[in-house]
């Protein structure tokens, strides 16, 4: 079996050089480049076509996020592997939306690392333990909405109407996007997003962005 092709993506150089290290002691892995951001990822990873990448989420430029969901359109074959140091959820449920086959933690031991690489290289999901129980309990979530609601509980039509960046802010949000992301589409700052979603929250009677994206769109708002 052939070694698989990684691609590391971060933009702390010491960071980056040390995980170089560490793969290419490994038999199994090549290392064939780096990048420190993600318009250098998708221009490596054009020329060099590796097995998998892996990604940062918080970088300049171009973030991990929007970097992995490229990839995903334009190099498909391509397996993203986020590799961060934040397990929020924001940043999880947007990676995955984005395409990422999986999600570690920068605390990850190299034997781990180094399987997860395999795995992914395999297509096979790939997912930290607390990053799992996160996608378990918001696919729990999400069948509750969507089947246990009794019909007193279904969203009622909106006292304090949405503005009309409101509602540019919540069609994005319910597509998975991160405030950053958010904040880029709509050139504002990000300061100012997380004001807007924290109206549309309130208006929604939304607990978080989950529910405020099924009420949104059982409103037909998106």
């Keep these: 079996m052939s070694a698989v092709r990684v691609l590391v993506v971060d933009d702390q150089a010491l960071f980056r050089e040390a995980l170089v290290t560490l793969l290419g002691a490994r038999p199994e892995v090549e290392v064939v480049g780096e990048a420190g951001d993600g318009h250098q990822a998708l221009d490596r990873s054009a020329a060099l076509r590796p097995d998998v990448v892996l990604m940062d989420l918080h970088m ?11 990839l995903h359109v334009e ?5 993203v592997l986020a590799l961060t140091t934040f397990d929020d959820d924001e940043d ?10 999986g999600y570690l933690l920068k605390d990850v031991s190299s034997d781990r690392l180094v399987e997860a690489v395999l795995s992914a290289a395999r297509g096979e999901s790939v997912l930290q333990p607390s990053v799992a129980a996160k996608v378990v309990a918001r696919f729990a979530q999400l069948d509750r909405a969507g089947h246990d609601r009794a019909p007193r509980e279904r969203p009622q039509p909106l006292v304090v109407p949405l503005s009309d960046r409101e509602l540019d802010v919540l069609r994005l949000l319910a597509d998975g996007r991160s405030n950053r992301e958010i904040a880029t589409a709509l050139f504002l700052a990000e300061g ?13 009677g939304a607990r978080d962005r989950t529910q405020a994206a099924l009420r949104a769109r059982a409103l037909d708002l998106v």
């Design 60 to 70: 300049p430029v171009l973030d991990g996020i929007g970097a992995t969901r490229r």
């Design 75 to 79: 190099q498909p074959g391509v397996r």
């Design 92 to 101: 999880v449920f947007a990676a995955l939306r984005a395409g990422a086959v």
């Design 192 to 204: 100012t997003v997380k004001n807007h979603v924290t109206n549309v929250l309130g208006k929604l």
